[in-house]
């Protein structure tokens, strides 16, 4: 397991890198690292765990390898969380242990650890959690229930968008005030026009 391969997996601001070690065939083991760290967190520990798994650590957005969000965007924890589900996805990983490390505490006072949290999201997912130097995701019993809703809608519906992305279809300056009408009931044709005055672009196609 002392040899790894370099991955990209493509993401809307740029990619998420990757290392991996052992045979693509063998069973899926994703690992995160800890805060302000990066991939090579696993560089000595891997050689030394069970042949027959593919390791997969990833570097998360900002980090190592992997491109920095644009300019201006926080880092939520929810954002590394989706991180998580994105290279799952590009991996076809539909089940998978999930090995994390650190991440202390991203907040102040407040317990967001990645990879417990994406258990906690995502329990189908996950076949086991091995934790390094961590705890487990606290989350007070009666907020359980509406906070896993909640995020997980988010998550879910992010990609779904992400996913359906297309280029732009051209429409005549009526047929652009028609579509945003029909999205939009409570404007009026002059509030309309004058809203797509700055909300549309011009190009030879419409």
Known sequence: LGMFSELKFPVPWGHVAAKAWGPSEGHPVLCLHGWLDNANTFDKLIPLLPRGCYYVAMDFSGHGLSSHRPAGCPYHF????????????ALQW?????????????????????????????????????????????????????????????????????????????????????????ANSHLTAEGGAILLQRGATETPAG
């Open 94 to 182: 539909r089940r998978f242990t999930l090995m994390g490390h650190s991440m202390v505490l991203i907040f102040l006072f407040s317990y967001c650890f990645i990879s417990p949290q994406f258990c906690f999201l995502y329990p189908e997912m996950v076949d086991k959690l091995i934790l390094l130097e961590s705890l487990g995701f606290l989350l007070a019993p009666e907020d359980t229930e509406a906070w896993l809703k909640s995020k997980r809608r988010v998550i879910d519906r992010l990609l779904s968008l992400e996913a359906k992305q297309q280029t732009p279809k051209a429409r005549s300056p009526e047929a652009a005030l028609q579509r945003l009408l029909e």
């Open 78 to 89: 929810l954002d590394y969380v989706i991180d998580v589900r994105r290279v799952a996805a």
